[in-house]
């Protein structure tokens, strides 16, 4: 065996896919029983590892998965052969003709797009699922919502083409239920104008994770699209994103590399941002923005060391992060820090270290990096 795969760990993830799995089905216990779950696991699932994670939600009963792009399909297939799959962002014309081999329904926002997937289809002969996207203030994907009908006119008209489904997208359904609530209208408006079309043959969706919290119970919509939730982040706070008890699944984790006493008055890290206040023990964590803790976190991100919250100190740079330590003079090279995750009774939430870095969870769990491993809870023997 190399040398490498038995280094024990600097910095890595931890993966919980049985809290996974109980944030799934407590989101769907929390939801009208009719209501299929469109499990979102773009960029690598999140930054989870998109197998593991898949194939977990596909043990859990989800009913269908999107993802950004045709890689993460094939990705995909290779977990689950016959899922469901809708590519959420526009297919370049290039990648048109691996649309059929991949068999996946794609987004549609435009006659050009209805014209170049009908070719598709009648090329390969084999029909091709859509799902018509409308903008309803978004401002990014799908055909705006006054001109929604024409585009649904053509996908009817095209050859080749199935209507799937129809959905749009919520700007701020964390922090504007008044606008959410609007785009709520455009999108049931537009749906009324497109003649003959009826919903109930149809996946109608416009919820992600936030927008559940108001979900229109007893209108036409009958999926949901959840991504961040499922790994047990709440976007906003809401009584029915409570009643879920989403579980955190994600932790990330380092160790300390050096302990060392510096006097009063020396400066910290590049910039010598932080100047020491009086004689300190410090600890130099050895993970730092080349693993994913964001530079912006520099002087405000705390973390974990014996069960409790340590300042980091100076700059956050791109293999090390240092901590004040001086209060818990037990604190040794090897011990496990905690960046985001539970040790002992305390437990720093990835909202709070997104807050740190100026970011988002979103952000966040995207910028973990290559050199991180994610080890998933079973292989952790836990
Ligand atoms: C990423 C994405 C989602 C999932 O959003 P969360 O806030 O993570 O639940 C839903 N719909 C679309 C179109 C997306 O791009």
Known sequence: MSVTANLPLRCWAEIDLA??????????????????????????????????????????????????NLAEAASLREVGPDWPILILSPILPQEDRYLAELNVAVTVSSAEEVARFSSVARDSRRPLNVHLKIDTGMGRLGVWHEQAEAVYQLIHDAAGLRLAGVFTHFSSPDDDPEFTALQRRRFLLALARCPGLDTADLLVHADNSAGIETLEIGGPFNAVRVGLLQFGILPRPGTLLESVHAEPVFSFRTRVGLVKNLPRGTGISY???????????????????????????????????????????????????IVDVTDLPAVAAGDEAVLVGRQHDDEIGITEFSRWGDTIPWETLCSVTKRVPRLYRTQLGL
């Open 19 to 68: 809290a996974l799995e109980r944030n799934l089905r407590g989101i769907r216990a929390a939801l009208p029983g009719q209501i299929r779950y469109v499990a979102v696991v773009k960029a690598d699932a999140y930054g989870h590892g998109l197998p593991q994670i898949a194939a977990r939600l596909m043990h859990a009963g989800a009913d269908l998965f999107a993802v950004a």
């Open 271 to 321: 910039g010598r941002t932080h100047i020491l206040a009086r004689d300190s023990r410090v600890a130099i964590l050895a993970a730092g923005y080349g693993d994913g803790i964001p530079r912006s976190a520099s002087n405000r991100a705390q973390v974990l060391l014996h069960g409790q919250r340590c300042p980091v100190i100076g700059r956050v740079t791109m293999d090390q992060t």
